[in-house]
């Protein structure tokens, strides 16, 4: 074979009908009678496949029978305007190549449609099916988009540890990071581990958030943000919840929370036109499959407003909800933790359009958010979603060295750990604003997939870690 390949995503361009072309892929079905055979072939460029048709007087059956499912194959021949409806222009085969073939006994990515309870099963495979194509196609041109949004605001991409020795939230649920042997601790005479041999010298663990350490970018270099794994060992079997998931953590120097939901809000809309206008058929593919409403509420995002409202009206708001006979599984009051059913219904039936809930109390959010005059409230900010419930969470910062060491030493966090954190508030301390966007949060919203484990190529959840 001596063609040059062209991708398949480049194959519908009409000037290349009338030329010979070279094609490469997997076989996704072959039809036909004995006189001619169409073969589906996609190369994971598009969503599209592309119609090789095989004249049997040029081949013969035994030479097409390796050709099944899931078989991998080099195709020459001339490309043609098609007869077939749906299709704009197909191959007639004039050589074929084949490089792997897939015994259809045990080739799992047969015809039928699978459950994605399946398709996780073989997540080795699933690359290979429509839906997953267009979601990791999706997943990419997201990660390029929030690269350009940022870029082109003059934000710089700042890399935070994956290993840690602080805990950002002040609490638990980390992973830890050891080379000691598990089956002979070293004890000190109260019992406790002793760390002080451990490869660091102390307590490590896989980052929960890389907010702290953005935070001393952001009070050097203005504007930056991180785009990075991040480890959370909640025993939170959800459909929105991963072990291991990307965050994107915006952090600007002189921003105030109103700074802060602009550019949450501009940065969503951002996203998510970046979707529609550079992956439409693989979102209209989604659409078409698995959600009839997906388009339509892309583009809902892009026309509207995002309301912004306190977490206080926002529980009013639920109450009354709760009065007029609205049942929720887990309580509404002051002071909760709002759930996703609590906040889907703000989001879903009370405004119908995305919402920015603010000024939350303090006992649930961290501790270095900002402390409002109140005493009671900080500046928190929760971006909440239709359907996914909180896709972001962030606040303006506490800048008030004195604040902050209060606020720490009440939480009872162990300030050893914080004396870096500390410094930017003792040295030029500045207004200061970011929050923490999670990656596939967004790309459930974009894709209208309905489980976070379907989302990211190989899900870590609890009891799940294979591949
Ligand atoms: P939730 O209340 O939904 O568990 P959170 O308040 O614990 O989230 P934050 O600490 O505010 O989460 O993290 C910032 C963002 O990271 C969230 O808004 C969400 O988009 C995402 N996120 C948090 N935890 C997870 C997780 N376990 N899996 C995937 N994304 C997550
Ligand atoms: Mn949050």
Redesign the pocket.
């Known amino acids: 074979m001596s063609l040059k390949r062209t991708k398949i995503v480049d194959i519908f361009d009409a000037s290349l009908v009338g030329q010979q072309v070279c094609v490469k892929g997997w076989v996704r079905t072959r039809r036909g009678n004995k006189n001619v055979q169409f073969v589906a072939l996609n190369d994971g460029s598009t969503i599209k496949n592309i119609q090789v048709v095989v004249d049997l007087a040029k081949f013969s059956e035994e030479e097409l029978k390796p050709i099944t499912t899931g078989s991998s194959l080099c195709v020459e021949g001339l490309l043609v305007e098609s007869q077939g409806k749906g299709q704009t222009c197909e191959i007639q085969a004039e050589k074929i190549e084949i490089y792997g073939t897939a015994d259809p006994e045990s080739y799992p990515l047969q015809k039928k449609g699978h459950t994605m309870e399946f398709l996780r099963d073989i997540a080795h495979l699933r690359p290979r099916t429509n839906t997953f194509g267009a979601v990791f196609r999706i997943r990419h041109n997201m990660a390029i988009a929030i690269h350009r949004f940022f870029h082109e605001r003059g934000f710089f991409y700042f890399h935070t540890p994956i290993i840690t020795a602080s805990d950002c939230?002040g609490a638990g649920q980390m992973f830890q990071v050891t080379t000691m042997n598990l089956y002979d601790l070293k004890k000190d005479e109260n019992g406790s581990i002793r760390y002080d041999s451990d490869f660091f010298g102390k307590q490590a663990s896989l980052t929960v958030?890389g907010q702290l350490e953005g935070e001393l970018a952001a009070t050097a270099l203005g504007a930056i943000y991180t785009f990075g794994p991040t480890f959370?060992a909640?025993n939170s079997n959800t459909p929105?919840?991963?072990a291991e998931?990307w965050?994107i953590e915006p952090e600007v120097a002189f921003n105030d929370i109103i700074d802060n939901m602009d550019l949450a809000e501009d940065f969503i809309k951002y996203c998510v036109k970046w979707a529609l206008d550079n992956c439409y058929d693989d979102v209209k593919f989604l659409n078409d499959m698995f959600d009839k409403e997906l388009i339509e509420r892309l583009e809902g995002v892009l026309k509207q407003d995002f309301v912004r409202l306190t977490y206080t009206e926002g529980i009013k708001i639920l109450e009354d909800a709760v009065a007029g006979g609205h049942k929720f599984e887990f309580p509404v009051y002051w002071g909760v933790d709002l759930a996703s059913e609590h906040e889907r219904f703000l989001v879903e039936e009370h405004f119908k359009r995305p919402v920015i809930l603010t000024d939350y109390p303090k006992e649930i959010k961290a501790f270095y958010m900002k402390q409002n005059e109140d005493g009671k409230t900080v500046r928190a900010m929760?971006v909440l979603f239709p359907k996914i419930?909180?896709?972001?969470?962030g606040s303006e910062r506490e800048e008030s060295y004195d604040k902050l060491v209060a606020r720490i030493e009440e939480l009872n966090i162990p300030m050893k750990d914080m004396w870096w954190y500390l410094e930017t508030r003792k040295f030029g301390t500045v207004p200061h604003s970011g929050f923490?966007?999670?990656f596939?949060?967004l790309l459930l919203f974009v894709t209208g997939m309905s489980n976070?484990r379907d989302v990211i190529p190989f899900p870590r959840t609890p009891n799940n870690a294979e591949f």
């Open positions: 939230e958030s959370r909640e929105r919840h991963l998931f965050m929760d419930g909180e896709i972001i969470g923490g966007l999670g596939e949060r976070i």
